[in-house]
């Protein structure tokens, strides 16, 4: 069965900081990968999704990822973050045969101004 | 683009009360619906999925159950609810047909049981 696993369930950093949020997934077939954002009091939205291509995906706000299929790895990454990057941040997988996303449990990042 | 309402925005309810969870989208048809429940520290969790009108796909067996009695509209509900039905529920929609399975959450609903 797909899983996802997130490593860090909270994360806190100050401003300027480099961040990399780690996932990693289990399937062994042809995924799609995904992070969503949870800002305070907004909707889950999107901020970026691999299908195929370069493994290296650029999002919104700055905010990247990288696939390695040999690790079975999505990290996040930011090279510099702003307070208002503070949110709750989702990897998710799915296959294309697939009608469900498996979400993983979900890190909480906190931005010190 | 699409919209999703959920309703009601916030609900308490006695524990073995009856629920109903409304969730309609505008903008799309035939879309996938999903219903999650996230909860802190357990990320979100899949509870129902929907391809169509009367089908449903449950994930997680459980007191909760879900309908789809029209093309966008998702209903979960429940008999009697338990007190570790709290939480908080999102639906979600993913157009039909898409390879990109992008989806598209709500606003949600906090569901406390007293």
């Known amino acids: 069965a797909q899983s996802v696993s997130q490593h860090n369930h909270h994360v806190i950093l100050s401003e300027a900081a480099s961040l990399e949020l780690g996932c990693n997934y289990s399937y062994g077939g042809t995924v799609n990968l995904f992070w969503y954002v949870q800002y305070p009091g907004q909707h889950l939205q999107l901020l970026l999704k691999y299908f195929s291509g370069d493994p290296l995906v650029k999002g919104i706000k700055g905010f990247e990822a990288e696939f390695i299929k040999s690790k079975f790895s999505f990290n996040l990454r930011k090279p510099s973050v702003q307070w208002s990057d503070t949110a709750e941040y989702f990897c998710?997988?799915?296959?294309?045969?697939?009608?469900?996303?498996?979400f993983g449990k979900g890190t909480r990042l906190h931005i010190l101004p | 683009s699409q919209t999703i309402h959920q309703w009601p925005a916030t609900l308490v309810q006695p524990v073995g009360s009856p629920l109903s969870l409304e969730c309609t989208v505008e903008g799309t048809s035939n879309p996938n619906l999903y219903w999650y429940r996230q909860a802190a520290g357990r990320g979100l969790q899949l509870l129902f999925y929907?391809?169509?009108?009367?089908?449903i796909s449950s994930e997680v067996p459980q007191n909760l159950s879900a309908s789809r009695p029209q093309d966008r509209q998702f209903i979960l509900s429940s008999k009697k609810l338990l007190l570790s039905d709290s939480g908080f529920y999102l639906c979600a929609c993913e157009r039909q047909g898409s390879l990109r399975n992008e989806q598209f959450f709500g606003p949600g609903t906090r569901l406390t049981v007293l």
């Open positions: 998710a997988v799915n296959s294309n045969r697939d009608d469900k996303i498996i």
């Open positions: 929907s391809v169509g009108i009367g089908q």
